[in-house]
């Protein structure tokens, strides 16, 4: 089935078969469905190492769709979009899934709380928050008219370097602790060499995928008349963590809140403190360049998505209420990037 909306969208990326709106949703679907068996084959390789490696490893190439849709956006020359894609996933995750999460595994907890280990919660948020340190200074910088606005792009690249340090330490610490997670895993479904090719196929497939989903992407927003910093916040960002919406929900509705908030805090501390550090970097070789200098709207949000997300999680428990409160903001955010350029 993935195989075969990656081939149709294909297609349609060199023909004029389908319409752009009908050639972005395929591609967007076969995307989300790359990511899963993208996160299936890193899961089935990862068994074989223990749950903190999986945890990570998961994340990791989990987050393959993501990077390339950055870096093909930016070749593309639509900053706007690499952007609020990049945000849009650390927002998605740490707001609209962490929040579902909650909500699902709350209302199945005994007294409506969910309960789960204090430390990735907490690492995660300081990740967050360092990663959001250095966006809202720059910020202010712009704001401030601070002679420093005018070198967004060396504060970028020291701050990717210094962001990529802190967190190959916290990473070292984290594996060499044993991880989050006691849960068992279980046996492998699949064998070692089998698992390895389905990781290089999918993750093959999700470079190609997401060209085309880039490139459908233009003539659907002028078709549907939505904003492309909406499209980046909310449709990308949405499409390329379907994986981490549906392995934490399952895995919260389950009662193993331990795994379900290990595979969403996982995803977020990648994605601000590794993912958008590398794709700084990376895009110094583009034509584009992706930098740390956000909109002040999505500085603002970061800084207090960050917040409140330690507020919530930090104590090592949670309500379907608090849950909700994550979904709410998500929905907020997203309706003022509507209403964006």
Do not use: C
């Not at 004029?16 to 899961?43: D, R």
């Not at 202010?140 to 190959?168: E, Q």
């Amino acid at each position: 089935m993935v195989a075969a909306l990656s081939a149709l969208a294909g297609v349609a990326r060199y023909t004029s078969v389908l319409p752009p709106v009908a050639a972005f949703a395929v591609a967007a679907v076969a995307l989300a469905g790359l990511a899963w068996l993208v996160s299936f084959a890193t899961e089935q390789t990862g068994r074989r190492f223990g749950p903190a490696i999986t945890g990570v490893m998961q994340a990791t190439l989990g987050n393959l769709p993501e990077f390339f849709v950055v870096l093909f956006a930016l070749r593309a020359g639509q900053l706007l979009v690499a952007q609020t894609a990049i945000v849009g996933s650390i927002l998605v995750n740490a707001l609209l899934v962490l929040g579902l999460v909650i909500v699902v595994g709350a209302g199945g907890a005994r007294g409506g709380v969910m309960r789960f280990s204090r430390r990735l919660p907490t690492d995660t948020a300081t990740l967050l928050l360092t990663s959001t340190f250095i966006i809202v200074l720059i910020a202010l910088t712009r704001v401030g008219g601070d002679p420093a606005r005018h070198h967004a792009r060396t504060i970028s690249i020291v701050g990717a370097v210094a962001l990529l340090g802190v967190y190959a330490w916290w990473l070292r610490q984290y594996l060499s602790g044993g991880g989050e997670g006691d849960e068992g895993l279980g046996p492998a479904r699949l064998p070692i060499a089998l698992s390895l090719a389905l990781l290089v196929l999918s993750g093959t497939g999700a470079a190609f995928v997401s060209d085309w989903f880039v490139h459908a992407l233009r003539p659907t927003i002028h078709t549907l008349h939505i904003s492309r910093a909406f499209a980046g916040l909310v449709i990308i960002a949405i499409a390329g963590n379907a994986v981490e919406h549906a392995v934490g929900i399952v895995l919260a509705r389950r009662g193993r809140f331990e795994l379900a908030i290990s595979v969403v805090k996982n995803s977020v501390a990648q994605i601000a403190a590794f993912l958008y550090p590398v794709l700084v970097l990376v895009s110094l070789l583009t034509a584009t360049t992706l930098t740390f200098s956000l909109n002040a709207v999505y500085a603002g949000a970061l800084f207090g998505t960050a917040v409140i997300v330690w507020q919530i999680t930090g104590d090592g428990e949670a309500t379907a209420f608090e849950g909700a409160a994550l979904v709410a903001a998500y929905v907020i955010l997203a309706a003022v990037a509507a209403f964006q350029g």
